[in-house]
């Protein structure tokens, strides 16, 4: 049985509750932490099963309140907090001629600003705990670890998504710069880059032909990720399997990044959404 305890921004719906489920199937006690309460409330009963390792908080991680209190919430419910998954995030349209300021502030505050208010009050946490061990256990007997949830638009960009493309591009060097600060603490802190996955956020995609098309001929494995393939990367990077691995992004993105040119239709006649 694993008896970690982990935090899923953004765990209400798509990735991180795919993310939530596989932490749960593999033993963990789980929080969801979303603004989305009713999705909140949707996702607890569809986890039913596990209901007495999983929990809803409603949360906004951009306000730094709602941060605090998920916090004591989760340290009164599960008592510590071994995992933190920042994956909440949000993509509002507009490139640098169009985009609304107030749009370009919402969606650093919530992908970039929000990912740094829980790291910073989880890691707090996890800091404390490490600090009152003595110094030979410090670093092998809890595994704790951070993984962001940031995207192939770490690296690469979408001029229409300006501020989607920033917050990730920040993510990407948050993660880097924090798995440095906490490597003397054995916090290990990693990130997952997506390609496109089937939720909400492509929505406006899927079912759409054409937006489709474009998709798949960037995507050598022809074909658009289910969550559960990104949620096997966030048990893999938060586990004892990875616990040499920190300061990484692993890029689940199809064979995206290693494109040059598009596929060639002809490769893609088999591809599915
Ligand atoms: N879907 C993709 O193709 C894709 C690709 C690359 C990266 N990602 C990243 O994966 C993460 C999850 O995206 P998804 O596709 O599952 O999207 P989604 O819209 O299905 O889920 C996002 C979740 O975050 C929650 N959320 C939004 N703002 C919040 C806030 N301020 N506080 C707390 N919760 C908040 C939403 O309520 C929702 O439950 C995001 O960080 C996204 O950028 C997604």
């Keep these: ?12 719906k798509g990735i991180g509750l795919a993310c939530a489920r596989r932490f749960l199937k593999d033993g963990c006690s789980v929080v969801i932490a979303d603004h989305d309460e009713e ?15 999983v929990r809803f908080f409603a949360c906004d ?16 419910a599960f008592g510590r907090i071994d995992v933190l998954l920042n994956n909440a ?3 509002l349209k507009g490139g640098v001629l169009d985009l609304d ?13 929000g990912a740094f208010l829980v790291s910073k009050a989880v890691v707090k946490h ?8 003595d110094d030979r256990s410090r670093l092998t007997d809890r595994p704790y670890a951070i993984v962001n949830m940031s995207s192939i638009n770490d690296e690469v960009a979408i001029p229409d998504y300006l ?33 496109s ?15 489709l098309g474009k998709i798949h001929a960037r995507t050598p494995l022809g074909r658009i990720a289910h969550p559960d393939e990104i949620a096997s990367v966030a048990a893999f990077l938060s586990s004892e399997e990875a616990s040499y691995i920190t300061g990484q992004i692993i890029y689940a993105d199809g064979g995206r990044l290693a494109l040059n040119y598009t596929m060639d239709p002809a490769d893609l006649d088999n591809t599915e959404t």
């Design 89 to 91: 995030g949000i993509a």
């Design 39 to 53: 999705a909140g409330r949707r996702a607890l009963s569809e986890l039913e099963a596990f209901n007495d390792r």
């Design 1 to 12: 049985m694993d008896h970690r305890v982990v935090i899923v921004t953004g765990g209400a």
């Design 197 to 211: 996955v089937k939720t909400d956020m492509l929505k406006g995609v899927v079912g759409d032909e054409k937006a």
């Design 126 to 133: 996890m800091v404390e705990e490490i600090e009152n061990r």
């Design 101 to 113: 300021d107030g749009d370009f502030d919402r969606v650093i505050a919530v992908n970039l600003r």
């Design 61 to 76: 991680v951009a306000e730094k309140l709602s941060v605090h209190n998920l916090v004591a919430e989760t340290l009164g």
């Design 163 to 195: 501020a989607y493309t920033i917050s990730k591009g920040g993510l990407r060097q948050m993660t880097k710069a924090m798995a440095l600060e906490l490597a003397p603490y054995g916090i290990r802190v990693n990130g997952i880059g997506p390609g």
